[in-house]
């Protein structure tokens, strides 16, 4: 009967996904909330799951709506907009992934919402004033976060509560082909550094086979499809069966390199934006000696970390724990 009448209360709930998509903030925010929704649905079928972004240039809303969740498009960032659709929308539950939305932005949030839960995504080491925060980077600890959220802020950090989907929770038998490397730099790799390491790997060995993987906003599409000597994969559903045959991967050092070891498969990490330092130095830290930074990139760099990976395996340094549906259980025990 208890079940019964848990059941019933959830059924009723409302989670909303703040969270937006460009080319200047990348497709990783929205991404990983679509991994996030999913898993929530598959915890619970009932609870009704929205989104809210800007339509930004270079956004990719429109996966949103085909992964059939309702889209509320919001006019501007600020606070007041927010809290309108809020209370318009009747949001139990608040799911944030903006770096444009703060300590100060969340308190007065709730203030405003004092029955509203709210969860923010953090992969910077802020301030936040929310119910609930998840890093979900392999590096972070719940320890980083002693002084930076309230004494009521349940705290989500690790390989543990890493979101990935679900082919990356498969396992692979295929076989690797010799030369064979994928280059996963972003949906839209603004720096345009696919080209710049494909033309770098070529040099190293004319005999390499390169996949480009990337997505249909990527400003550099057309280049890309002029090439002749690489292989490109635009908005392919197989990443990971992809990746599983290649000798090695160089990729972003955010949430697609967390999809690469979860496959442990060799890569080269690019630190292509200032919130991967924190990745990158947990790498370090661990004598994971991986990374090439994309303003020092260079024919020698790569060549030197291409010898490393061939004699290294990193995954006897690190423990990795990942989980398929531990956040989104945390998330609806919220709900109950």
């Keep these: 009967m208890l079940q019964k009448i ?16 460009s080319f200047n903030l990348g497709l990783g925010h929205v991404k990983r909330c679509l991994v996030l929704a999913k898993r929530l649905k598959e915890q619970n079928s009932d609870i009704e799951i929205l989104f809210a972004s800007l339509a930004l240039k270079g956004n990719i809303n429109e996966e949103i709506v085909s992964k059939g969740y309702i889209l509320e498009l919001l006019e501007d960032s600020s606070l007041e907009i927010l809290d ?5 929308l009747r949001v139990d539950f608040l799911i944030i992934d903006s770096y444009s939305i703060d300590e100060v932005f969340e308190k007065e949030l709730k203030q405003k919402n004092q029955k509203l839960k709210v969860l923010s995504f953090d992969d910077t080491f802020c301030l936040h004033y929310v119910d609930m925060l998840l890093n979900h980077g392999i590096q972070a600890k719940k320890s980083d976060y002693k002084d930076l959220v309230p004494a009521f802020c349940k705290v989500l950090c690790g390989s543990e509560y890493t979101l990935l989907r679900d082919e990356f929770f498969m396992e692979y038998q ?16 603004v720096l345009n550094l696919s080209s710049k390491v494909a033309n ?16 249909s906003v990527n400003p550099y599409i057309e280049e890309l499809r002029q090439r002749v000597d690489i292989k490109l994969l635009v908005d392919i559903d197989n990443i ?14 955010g949430g697609s390199l967390f999809e690469v070891m979860a496959l442990k498969k060799k890569f080269i990490n690019i630190e292509v934006a200032t919130n991967q330092k924190e990745v990158t130095n947990f790498l370090e830290v ?27 395996d990193i995954y006897k340094k690190i423990e990795l724990n990942f989980s398929k549906d531990r956040v989104a259980k945390m998330i609806l025990e919220e709900l109950v």
Excluded at 10 to 21: A, G, N, Q, T
Excluded at 200 to 215: D, Q, R
């Design 174 to 189: 295929n076989s690797i082909e010799e030369n064979s490397v994928a280059i996963l730099l972003g949906g839209n790799d």
């Design 84 to 88: 309108k659709k809020i209370k318009e």
């Design 240 to 253: 990971a069966e992809v990746l599983s045959s290649k000798e090695f991967v160089i990729v972003a050092s």
């Design 6 to 21: 848990i059941s019933l209360v959830i059924e009723l709930k409302k989670i909303l996904f703040r969270c937006d998509s």
């Design 200 to 215: 770098a790997l070529l040099e190293i060995n004319s005999k390499y086979s390169i996949s480009i993987i990337t997505s």
């Design 286 to 312: 661990n004598l994971i000696k991986t990374t090439i930074k994309a303003d020092e990139f260079s024919l020698e760099k790569l060549r030197a970390k291409i010898e490393y990976i061939k004699k290294s």
